[in-house]
């Protein structure tokens, strides 16, 4: 079922500049029934109510030692900013290419406070989600759960108007984000969290023009 929502948008997300709030009415996927971590008692899935995700044999793209746009790279996560925006044990940041999450805080007179109502609501389920799939789960005391990812691969995508070429103008690499579960299945973040209803589809686009154009046309249709 799907139930149309309104929330507050940071679009600024976590920048140094503050730019206006916005209210953006988005379609949460899988709402009210939005995923929800099990009791401790529960042997099975970390999360309950999930969408189906069987996964893929194999990932879509070749693998590099060295981060370069259309290759896949290895990395070790080791904090979570947020829902749509992952750090790496090297110090690289990045921002999940094509989709955009709630923000848990905004600023307010250059000091940063928490957003309130659907957004922050939302905003931390996005957070939880990514956390687990990017970090939690990599850790020993969640090898009892199902499926629960091994390893995580960030692929950059071309930018434009950015610092680098593969960054936006917050110096963050922007990435598409597959995690390997224990089964050997490979699974896409950034898809995930859209069918989720815990994320909208924002930022890319396949108008040349657009600031956010991208020449990936297969994973601009995967989150479709």
């Known amino acids: 079922m799907t139930k149309k929502f309104k929330y507050l948008l940071n679009v600024s997300s976590l920048g140094a500049i503050t730019l206006p709030i916005i ?6 996927q899988n709402t009210p029934n939005t995923p929800q971590k099990p009791s401790k008692d529960n042997k099975e899935e970390y999360f309950s109510n999930l969408q189906p995700d069987s996964g893929i044999d194999k990932l879509p793209y070749s693998l590099s030692s060295n981060l370069q746009i259309n290759y896949a ?3 070790i996560p080791t904090y979570i900013r947020d829902g749509d925006t992952i750090q790496d044990s090297k110090g690289n940041v990045y921002r ?3 989709i955009d999450t709630p923000e848990t805080r905004k600023k307010e007179n250059g000091l940063w406070v928490p957003t309130s109502g659907l957004q922050y609501k939302y905003g931390k389920l996005a957070t939880n989600f990514t956390e687990y799939y990017m970090l939690n789960g990599l850790l020993p005391k969640n090898d009892k759960y199902k499926n ?27 990435a598409i984000l597959y995690y390997l579960d224990e089964n050997g299945k490979y699974h ?5 969290l859209l069918k989720e209803g815990l994320a909208r589809k924002a930022y890319i686009s396949l108008n040349k023009k657009s600031t ?3 020449s990936n046309i297969s994973y601009y249709n995967l989150l479709t």
């Open 148 to 174: 629960r990812p091994t390893k995580i691969f960030a692929i950059p995508q071309k930018t434009k108007n950015g610092k680098t070429n593969m960054t936006d103008s917050y110096g963050r690499i922007v």
């Open 212 to 214: 956010y154009y991208t």
């Open 73 to 75: 790279t290895e990395i």
């Open 23 to 28: 209210s953006i009415s988005c379609n949460w």
């Open 96 to 98: 999940f290419a094509g």
């Open 188 to 192: 896409c973040l950034n898809e995930k």
